[in-house]
C-alpha cells in the first residue's frame, strides 16, 4: 500500500495543458492585436477624410469670400446703401417683417395687392424705430389706391407719398402698379421676432 501511494514513482506527464493554454493565451493576444490594428486604421481613415472636408469647406469659404467682395465692388453707390440698409433691419431685432407684413394687412383694400416692398433705410428717431421704404401695389381702380393712402396715413403707422404710376396690360385686364414711399413705425408693444426669420425674408434687402 505505502509503494501505491508513492506518487514519485508515478511522475507528472501531461505536458500537453501548458503548451495549449500558452497558444491559446498567444492566439486570443494576437486576435486583440489585429483588432487594435484595424481600429486605428479605421480611425486614420477617419481622420483623413474630416481633414480633407475641412479643407474643402475652408476653400469654399474663400472663394465665397472673394466673390462676395467683387461682388460689392461691383456696386453702384445707391447699391451699398440699400445693402447697409438691409443689414440693419436683419440686426434690429425691435422690427420684425411680420408685423410690418400684418400692419400693411390692415390697410390694403381688397382690391389692391402688394408687389414689392424696398428697405431704403431702418434708423431711430428718438424711442421710435422707422423704415423708409419704397412699397409698390397693384391695382385696376386708383381710387382704391387713393383710399388705402389716406388709411394709411390716418393709422399712425405709415406716412405714405404716391411716387409713380405705370400703367400695365395683360391678356385678362389693363392694371397699374403704383409706387410710394413708406416711413413705418411699428407701434409700441408688440411682441419682436428673431434675427433668422428677419434674414430670410430680407436677403438683398428686398422682399418681393
Known amino acids: 500500500m505505502i509503494t501505491k501511494l508513492n506518487l514519485a514513482t508515478h511522475p507528472f506527464r501531461n505536458r500537453t495543458t501548458p503548451y495549449l493554454l500558452a ?11 489585429i483588432f487594435a490594428v484595424s481600429q486605428l486604421y479605421s480611425y486614420s481613415k477617419e481622420n ?24 460689392q465692388q461691383q456696386l453702384s453707390p445707391q447699391q451699398r446703401e440699400l ?3 438691409s443689414h440693419k433691419l436683419v440686426n ?16 390694403l383694400p381688397g382690391s389692391v395687392s402688394a408687389s414689392r416692398i424696398v428697405v431704403n433705410n431702418v434708423y431711430r428717431d428718438g424711442d ?19 383710399g388705402m393712402i389716406g388709411a394709411m396715413n390716418n393709422s399712425g403707422l405709415f ?19 403704383y409706387t410710394m414711399r413708406l416711413i413705418y ?11 433668422e ?3 430670410q425674408t430680407s436677403i438683398g434687402g428686398a422682399a418681393q
Open 83 to 85: 445693402l447697409i440698409a
Open 197 to 199: 426669420e428677419v434674414a
Open 23 to 33: 497558444l491559446g493565451l498567444l492566439a486570443i493576444g494576437a486576435i486583440g492585436g
Open 48 to 71: 483623413e477624410l474630416a481633414r480633407k472636408q475641412v479643407e474643402n469647406m475652408e476653400t469654399e469659404v474663400a472663394r465665397f469670400k472673394n466673390e462676395g467682395a467683387k461682388v
Open 92 to 107: 434690429n431685432k425691435t422690427f420684425g417683417w411680420s408685423r410690418l407684413f400684418a400692419d400693411l394687412e390692415s390697410v
Open 128 to 146: 421710435r424705430v422707422k423704415a423708409d421704404l419704397e412699397f409698390s401695389v397693384l391695382s385696376t381702380d386708383y381710387r382704391d389706391v387713393m
Open 185 to 195: 413705425t411699428p407701434a409700441y408693444g408688440f411682441s419682436t421676432t428673431t434675427q
Open 159 to 177: 406716412q405714405a407719398e404716391l411716387r409713380g404710376q405705370d400703367r400695365q396690360e395683360s391678356e385678362r385686364q389693363t392694371y397699374s402698379e
